[in-house]
């Protein structure tokens, strides 16, 4: 017997077994939206009605994915206003859920594919878990990357499941997205099945074997696992979370976290139910909040955006990249021959000798074996990987390449010569791309005869591990080399933006004024340790005197001359940033050059680790006492990147939000509660009382441009927005 319900397709067998097949008829995938919601509600209806005639309840899904989760559209659109409506409607199924669970029947979730969220929140409401070993089918709690927490009933029940400490750990607090094998081995399922097949049978083995199941938590005398904080012995590690979250959150304003913390800690120590509201309530703060939607518009819908192609040239036909010829087998050269062959690219690894290139594909060796040792791949796909990576010194070695990278040394000329030498050797439409940081691509690309093919494609270090990268479109980029760019980029699994030609591009001059703003916070004679603290607890990932350290202090003074001259041959004026003076004084006064030189803004030891700040810095710089608001201090770091993205944005530098938001948080560091770098204007929460939004924004600038100086008054396409009430979106 079959019924049709919206969402939840009914299916009786003759034994009785009811299987629920999920399978939203309007989108791709199962989401909690109303249709479901009131599928549920009906579902649940009739298995209590017909529970005599039922032996055992099989959960399972229609489509790829098992169920997505909570309705991301919906979500980002609660407020304070609605948020009632919010909790009522979650309360709604988790109440549905509870009466699945207890209605003494065996149910049992047949995970078909991912479960993440939301449907690993339906799964863990069943007495049994098992899950299909799908390729690329994934099983967690991963709300907290996006500024929320499990809310359907995922906090009570993780933390029933498996305690509180491994529940934090290992599923909420990082939001972790495990394999079926390794969620088996973490306890996050009960089982794994080998096919659809397999699923199923075990699925009915585990009825027939418990005809009256019941959740451990609903069994008599149950305790949750490794006790609560009712417990002496358990109450004295209880200091060890808040430890764990400000290591995780660096004490940067990320609520999720810290919600999660206490709906777990708070509802170990009640029943079932009141646990249940607990959640509810500390879900709802967050949805209503700004942080989880800044996240959820940067780490849903413009990372979509972005790797979806919004910006790639239509009406190109996709093509594939088989031989990439890296020109270069330095730090990011060796990276992108790795990252390339990982992507299944064979790659011709050039240098100036054998021996260069051979050092370049150690580098692949290296984290080959690695990833084997960590069982990460096997030993086959590591020796298939690295056969496919060719070093040499010969040009000719590079026919045949239908794409080129050149990441030789930052020298016009010196890249110039390489293109020359290439440039008929390889295939004669080859997509031409350059790795430069810094110099601009249109002048690049007049080294090339094919100019139209040549493009800037910016990889950031350290390669294997940085998601994204920067396509820098030149004045004669042709619109066919731009999709073959994007193309690529998605080949080998990043993550592409784009951008017209710049000095620095997008990316490498707002990163500039956040380092020159904690170099200049040093050189008024604030306190270094306080910089360094106010970057951290503004949520950037590295602080700014030790990233100003990495980057070696000679690299902005270089920056700096060439960009002085551009503007001077412009008939412009050079207006120095205080940055400059300290910067100088490092360098000249002080023989400081960065960690790379061994000692900057830090003391290095023997083997290069950072050891200390350099006591100098208080003695020549620092001036006792001289203090500025910490809130002043994070929001002249977070300000003056936004502020230079906006001017981007008007010079035409970058012309999509989504790729502004997305670049400033995967590619140089932006803090990611905030949504990236043009989110945080749309979500500027008032922090010093100036007011919220873009007027917010504009008004607190003002007053940072009288404080500290010019460079924070807002640019005009700003003002203008906040006027007509606007705000940044594609
Ligand atoms: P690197 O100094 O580690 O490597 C440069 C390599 O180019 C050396 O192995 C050198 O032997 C080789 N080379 C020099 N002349 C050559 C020639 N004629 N033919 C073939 N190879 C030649 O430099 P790194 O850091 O890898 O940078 C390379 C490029 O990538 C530069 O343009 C740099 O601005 C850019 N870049 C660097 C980033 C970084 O974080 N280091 C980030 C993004 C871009």
Known sequence: MSTESTTIRWEQDRTGLVTLVIDDPNQSANTMNQAFRDSLAAVTDRLEAEKDSIRGVIITSAKKTFFAGGDLRDLIR????????????????????????????????????????????????????????APGSKIGCPEVTLGLLPGGGGVVRTVRLLGIADALLKVLLQGTQYSP??????????????????????????????????????RPGYRIPGGTPANPKFAANLPAFP?????????????????????????AQVDFETAQVIEARYFVELAAGQTSKNMIQAFFFDLQAVNSGANRPKGVEPRKVGKVAVLGAGMMGAGIAYSCARAGIDVVLKDVSLEAALKGKGYSEKLCAKAVAKSRTTREKADALLARITPTAEVQDLAGCDAVIEAVFEDTSLKHKVFQEIQHVVAPDALLCSNTSTLPITALAEGVERQGDFIGLHFFSPVDKMPLVEIIKGERTGEEALARAFDLVRQINKTPIVVNDSRGFFTSRVIGHFINEGVAMVGEGIEPASVEQAAAQAGYPAKVLSLMDELTLTLPRKIRAESRRAVEEAGGTWMPHPAEAVIDRMVDEFGRTGRSGGAGFYDYDEDGRRARLWPGLREHFTRPGHRIPFEDMQERMLFSEALDTVRLLEEGVLTSVADANIGSIFGIGFPGWTGGVLQYINGYDGGAGAGVGLPGFVARARELAERYGDRFTPPALLVEKAEKGERFSD
């Open 243 to 267: 430890a764990t979250l400000r290591k995780q959150t660096n004490g940067a304003p990320y609520p999720a976290p810290r919600n999660i913390l206490a709906a777990a800690v708070e509802g």
């Open 78 to 133: 609660v407020t304070p206003e609605t948020a009632q409506e919010l909790f009522d409607g979650g309360m709604a199924i988790k109440r549905n859920l509870r009466r699945i669970e207890t209605l003494g029947k065996p149910v049992v979730a047949a995970l078909n594919g991912a479960a993440l969220g939301g449907g690993y929140e339906i799964a863990l409401a069943c007495h049994h878990r098992i899950a299909l070993d």
């Open 181 to 218: 094998r390794r969620a088996l081995d973490n306890g996050l399922v009960d089982e794994v099945a080998d096919s659809h097949e397999d699923m199923l049978a075990k699925a009915r083995a585990f009825i027939d074997a418990n005809p009256e199941s019941q959740q451990p938590w609903d």
